[in-house]
């Protein structure tokens, strides 16, 4: 028999999993699939430093951004250029031996109609799961990733990354990030929708520049409003945009483009030079121009306006160069969800949980009911891990946010408290979390009382595999059951111990009441409803009792399960 008892919840198995034991050098790819470009990063990982060190680049310009105009989603041919793409990542890393593959797709699969086909034909054909990621998501792993390249000295830092389909603007100091933002301006996307003169027409680029200045401004603004009156603002840049823009001004200025170009500098007034002349060239012109691609010519003054105007709103004079970004920070934060980073980006090792009691306390959640109900839910998962179900601890931390936020829906309405719980943590933007993860945790939250999962319930059939049906389908089962045992909300039973019996097939909950006269029939009562999906989908019998003998006869009218 599987035994456990559970009195107070052990904050220790809320977090990641510990460090590796071995301490050799690993091998890790990591994978941007954006609306422009797909980019891949080789690393080689050194546990005892910690660092990494990239031993490969791989980068292909697929332009996923270009929306069908029927369909408003990838076209055939963006997504046969992808899939082609992510093939020979995949080829590439596998050369190099790389113990995994993380990949993750921002703005243009995420707001593509059949972005989710998209990304089942790459798992079926190039058998490499993607992570669609949110744009405040996004933001967080780039501002990983330039941690991972550049120190800034305890003084405030603003990251711009301009992509194909967003912009992402974020303010730091190197210790926990004071704000993040993702805007829908990119440069392929203001490309495909504004420019259609060639060179760009005077009234194009005059509608073009207010529609920047307009769209980020609100970005801008709030960022500000995280700096201190005495602080002076720093500007970093990330991206293909950036990095071009900087080896044509290095070009002129040095003669040659340094490699790298990251730390190199470039001035308010050598970047409005150039935003001036590329907008009076022809594409042809600018194809001319050194380091200048056949697909960032088309696109480069979209991206040049936005900087520009992010500059003069931001009030810097100069940009620093940093060639770290999405696709390092993803590599960053694989490290630190596995404890080998604990010294300056030690503030990120508990990124989910401080962005889920966040969220617990926007919506007024009670704090304790739900550490009660986590409790419950965790010590039901490993009494019954290995004989009901085979989840690790990947899945256990979901459930642990479902728990801690179950109850949220209560902040909208009490009445069908469960689906509005869906809703709110659905558009929540938990940090930390992939859009999918996100997703199965607003579906076991929403499952914890009422009906049970069904296909006929969209949200349930917009789970994308099978896989993640049935962790919702087990994981709310058991969450069903932790709700029941805190009905009252007041911590009736002071402590509880769980047994399985794989022969019997019999889960037993042996309950010691908080107070010696409290029979707990309302948590008897409201358990033998809850419980009954968990018995129906594991075919076994759960039965409960009070610890007290006095208390098991006051509860022996039919209150008591046995």
């Known amino acids: ?27 890790l790819a990591a994978i941007d699939v954006g609306t422009n470009s797909i980019h891949m990063v080789v690393v080689k990982i050194q546990p005892h430093l910690p660092a990494f060190t990239i031993i490969d680049r791989e980068k292909e310009t697929v332009r996923l951004g270009n929306f069908s105009e029927e369909t408003g989603g990838l076209s055939a041919g963006a997504i046969e250029r992808g899939v082609q793409s992510l093939k020979r990542c995949r080829a590439i890393a596998d050369s190099f031996q790389a113990e995994e593959i993380l990949a ?83 440069a392929v996307r203001l490309t495909g929708q504004l420019v259609t003169t060639n060179p760009i027409s005077d009234q194009e680029f005059t509608y073009l520049s207010a529609y920047v200045r307009g769209r980020i401004e609100p970005a801008v603004e709030d960022l500000k409003r995280h700096l201190q009156p005495e602080e002076r603002l720093r500007l970093v840049g ?12 290095a070009h002129e200025r040095l003669g040659f483009v340094p490699d790298p170009l990251n730390g190199f500098q470039i001035s308010l007034s050598e970047l409005q030079d150039w935003v001036e002349r590329l907008r009076h060239m022809t594409y042809s012109e600018r194809l001319a121009l050194p380091e200048m691609s056949a697909r960032r010519a088309e696109i480069i003054v979209a991206g040049a306006v936005i900087l520009q105007n992010v500059m003069e709103m931001l009030g810097v004079e100069t940009l620093t160069v940093c060639e770290r970004a999405l696709r390092e920070g993803v590599v960053v934060d694989w490290m630190i969800t596995r404890g080998l980073i604990e010294n300056r980006m030690q503030f990120q090792s508990s990124v989910r949980e401080r962005n889920v009691i966040n969220t617990a306390q926007k919506y007024q959640v009670s704090g304790e009911h739900s550490d009660r109900v986590a409790q419950y839910a965790l010590a039901l998962f490993d009494v019954t891990q290995g004989t009901l179900h085979q989840w690790g601890d990947p899945e256990r931390q979901l459930l642990w946010a479902a728990a801690i936020l179950h109850n949220c829906g209560h902040f909208i309405s009490h009445s069908s408290h469960h689906k509005h719980s869906y809703y709110l943590i659905r558009n929540g933007e938990l940090l930390g979390y992939t859009e999918v993860e996100i997703e199965v945790i607003a579906n076991i939250a929403r499952y914890h009382r009422k009906s049970t999962p069904k ?63 409290d029979d707990c029939a ?36 039919g209150a008591l399960t046995r």
């Open 455 to 517: 296909k006929k319930h969209e949200n349930y059939r917009n789970l994308p595999t099978k896989y993640h049906r049935q962790v919702v389908s087990h994981l709310s089962a058991l969450l069903r059951v932790a709700v029941a045992l805190d009905r009252r909300g007041i911590g009736a039973i002071a402590q509880i111990d769980y047994g399985f019996d794989p022969d019997s097939r019999v889960l037993s909950l042996r309950l010691t009441p908080a107070l010696a006269d």
């Open 522 to 557: 309302s948590e008897f009562w409201n358990l033998n409803d809850k419980k009954l999906w968990l018995e129906e989908l594991f075919e076994i019998k759960v039965v409960a009792e009070l610890a007290s003998e006095l208390a098991s006869e006051v509860s022996s009218g």
């Open 238 to 249: 990330t991206s293909g945009t950036i990095e071009c823009l900087a080896a044509l001004v």
């Open 104 to 186: 993750v797709a921002t703005s243009a699969v995420r707001e593509a109609s059949n972005g989710n086909d998209f990304l089942e034909r790459v798992e079926q054909e190039v058998g490499l799961s993607v992570n669609l990621i949110s744009g405040t998501e996004e933001a967080r792993r780039i501002y990983l990733g330039v941690l991972s390249g550049m120190e800034f000295h305890s003084r405030p830092h603003a990251i711009i990354d301009i992509g194909g389909g967003s912009t992402e603007l974020i303010l730091g100091t190197g210790e926990p990030h004071r704000f993040l933002s993702s805007t829908k301006v990119g």
């Open 1 to 27: 028999m599987v035994e456990s008892t559970a009195l107070i919840p052990d904050p220790s198995r809320l977090t990641y999993p510990s460090r590796f034991d071995s301490a050799r050098d690993r091998i």
